[in-house]
């Protein structure tokens, strides 16, 4: 700029200059004194050239840097700036340009955050997500789409989405959202590695101002997980009814029997009302511990943590134990230390050592032993239930605290156990974050060890969703 400016300026000396000569030409007829003129001419050639200086540094030199900054401007440059300080209207043109200069870069320094958090969001979404223009053309795929589908995003941006993404159900989406131009849902599933993924589909029309169409958006979530809770809850409703079949089956039988043959002696119609009873019974626990289950399980269930005493809780627990078990002659032996203090449900503690005993003495055969031990482990308080009875198979250990798994259902259904007591067990020491570990051996006995913090958060860990089956246990079996 300087250069063409001192172009100009020389331009408009050399015509001074011609123009002054040519007036001292003509001139120089009628003058007499030459010297005379020459002065004159050469003070008015300096005064010409000091006023041209003046008014290119004062009008010309700052319009033709306005006229810089706003080219810049035009060019997307928003740090350019008129950098001369003028007073009048220059100077206001001067300060105007500045200032929209400044609102134009910070519109951009905005755009570009705004931009950049879109493209933090889409990169970080826990959906993959592919943004396809109205002709087909893929222009965004994220982190968690290539993770899920594999390859990079040079392999589908740029690319048409059918000559690069493999999936029916994609391609489907993408036609009835263009189709459409309203949001489709669709569901499918992948291998991978022999593992099944199940993933929601969502399309989404993507319209400009004018409403036309000009692209979609595909939103693709994992649901494998919500498809697994989906399968456990069937599983469950099969699994119950199938339970309640039996006794409701026995039961009604029964009562018609009593109700159609009148002549039925009285030896008969006690057998019969005996097994109704037996049998409501075998519903009614199985219902108790259906209900212990459910409520666990609520996300509002809260641990009412208080402080306890082993030795007072085992007092409360041994009398309904002895009973069972004297029954079948089998000693119940404790090993504790009576003083110990932790922070517990203690009522759900009770429940599990309730229907560990219980089984222990299910399941080990007359003039066995069941033992309790309580001591502590460091910041945790640790239980221990061991038996001499039958043992567990080491197939069966990974699956007994599954609902209604029973490791032999004909002997266990003549034990009048329901299946739930050791995923009881299980759900309340999750609740407590405590874990629990089983050690079996065929024929020779088992135990289980449970090992729960003796303080706990308070309601902290009272919400806490169960986790998934075996999530915690640990299991060892020497058969
Ligand atoms: P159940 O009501 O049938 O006892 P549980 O959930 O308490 O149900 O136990 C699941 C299965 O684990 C039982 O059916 C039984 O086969 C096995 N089991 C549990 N405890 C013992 C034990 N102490 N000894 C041998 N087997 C056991």
């Known amino acids: 700029m300087k250069i063409t400016l001192s172009k100009k300026i020389m331009g408009y000396l050399l015509i001074i200059f011609i123009v002054l000569s040519l007036s001292g030409f003509i001139l120089a007829q009628v003058v007499t004194n030459i010297y005379v003129l020459i002065s004159v001419l050469v003070i008015t050639f300096i005064i010409f050239a000091v006023m041209l200086f003046h008014f290119f540094d004062k009008y010309i030199k700052p319009i033709e840097k306005a006229s810089w900054t706003m080219d810049k401007l035009l060019q997307g440059n928003y ?47 826990e959906s993959a997500l592919v943004l396809i223009d109205e002709k087909g053309y893929i222009h965004i795929v994220n982190r968690k789409f290539l993770s899920v589908f594999g390859k990079t995003s040079q392999a589908y941006v740029g690319y048409i989405y059918y000559d690069v993404i493999d999936h029916e159900a994609i391609h489907h989406t993408v036609q009835e959202t263009f189709l459409y131009e309203k949001r489709v849902k669709e569901t499918f599933s992948i291998t991978h590695n022999d593992e099944k993924t199940y993933l929601e589909l969502v399309g989404a029309p993507i319209f400009n101002e004018r ?16 498809k697994h809770i989906e399968l456990m809850r ?18 009604k039988a029964d009562a018609e029997k009593l109700q159609n043959h009148t002549s ?74 009576r003083e110990i203090e932790f922070t517990a449900d203690e ?12 089984n222990g003495i299910t399941y080990t055969p007359e003039q066995g032993e069941v033992k309790l031990e309580i001591h502590s482990n460091g910041d945790n308080i640790r239980f221990k239930v061991s038996d001499n009875g039958i043992g567990i198979s080491k197939h069966a250990i990974p699956r007994i605290f599954e609902r209604f798994y029973r490791v032999d259902k004909d002997r266990s259904i003549n034990t009048n156990g329901t299946g739930l007591g050791l995923a ?13 570990q089983v050690d079996s051996e065929l024929e020779h006995g088992t135990s289980f060890t449970i090992d729960i913090p003796k303080s706990q958060t308070v309601n902290a860990t009272s919400t806490k969703r169960i986790g998934k089956e075996h999530s915690h246990d640990k299991q060892s079996s020497n058969d």
């Open 424 to 436: 009881i067990v299980k759900h309340i020491v999750e609740v407590h974050n405590g874990e629990i």
């Open 264 to 337: 039925i002696d009285d030896i008969s119609k006690d057998t019969l009302i005996k097994i109704i009873y037996e049998e409501s019974t075998r519903i009614e626990m199985l219902l108790d511990d259906l209900l212990i289950l459910s409520n666990l399980e609520k996300d509002e269930t809260k641990l009412h943590l208080r402080t306890v005493k082993t030795g007072e809780m085992i007092d409360d627990i041994l009398p309904s134990i002895q009973e069972k078990a004297e029954k079948k002659d089998i000693l119940i032996s404790v090993e504790a230390s």
């Open 347 to 358: 009522e759900k503690v009770k429940q599990i050592l309730f229907n560990l005993m219980m």
């Open 211 to 226: 409403k036309m169409l000009k692209g979609a958006v595909l939103v693709i979530y994992d649901i494998t997980e919500f």
């Open 234 to 251: 069937k599983d469950f409703v099969a699994n119950v009814g199938y339970e309640l079949q039996a006794p409701i089956k026995s039961i």
């Open 79 to 125: 740090y350019a700036r008129v950098n001369q300080e003028m007073n009048g209207t220059i100077g206001e043109l001067s300060g105007k340009i500045n200032t929209l200069a400044k609102n134009l870069s910070k519109l951009t320094i905005q755009e570009q955050i705004q931009a950049e958090q879109l493209s933090t969001i889409i990169e970080n979404s």
